[in-house]
């Protein structure tokens, strides 16, 4: 009996560290400014490339490179935005250089939110025979958030 490809897929995970604070209706811990450890797996199913890759790892290890020891913020909370400084306002406002701010296109920065920004940058960099993509971000040991894109 022969075999033959039904599926293929490539697996990633790496780390990196960021800080955030989320927006909140109620009183908790997460309205400070704190920092995680994230983890990120990353699965992509698809067909070779003329290069015969699914997706180049380099893109995601450069997605990594934006983030790692940066401060996530919501583009919502962006006051005023210089050529070096950032000012960054909700219930607290604080004056950032523009370099150590990851802004994310979303109303919070949660990891459910983290997750999907990951997702749609992996997804500006797919090709065409990239099918599907699963992004997990993991805020600690025990929580994580999980999106799936489908074409």
Known sequence: ?????????????KDFDSSHFLALPY?????????H?????????GD?????MIFDF????????EVDHRILTSIEWIKEEGDHIIIVQNDKELKLPKKEVVIVD?????????AEWFAKRIAEK?????KRIKVRVWEDPRSY???????
């Open 1 to 13: 009996m022969e075999f033959k490809v039904v599926e293929r897929k490539i697996g990633w995970h």
């Open 27 to 35: 009183d908790s811990k997460c309205l400070r400014i704190h920092g």
């Open 37 to 45: 450890t994230y983890n990120v797996d990353v699965e992509i199913w």
């Open 48 to 52: 070779l490339d003329e290069r015969g």
């Open 58 to 65: 380099n893109h995601l290890s450069n997605l990594i490179k």
């Open 106 to 114: 979303a109303p919070n920065v949660t990891a459910e939110l983290i």
């Open 126 to 130: 797919a090709g065409e025979n990239v």
């Open 145 to 151: 958030a999980e999106i799936v894109l489908e074409r």
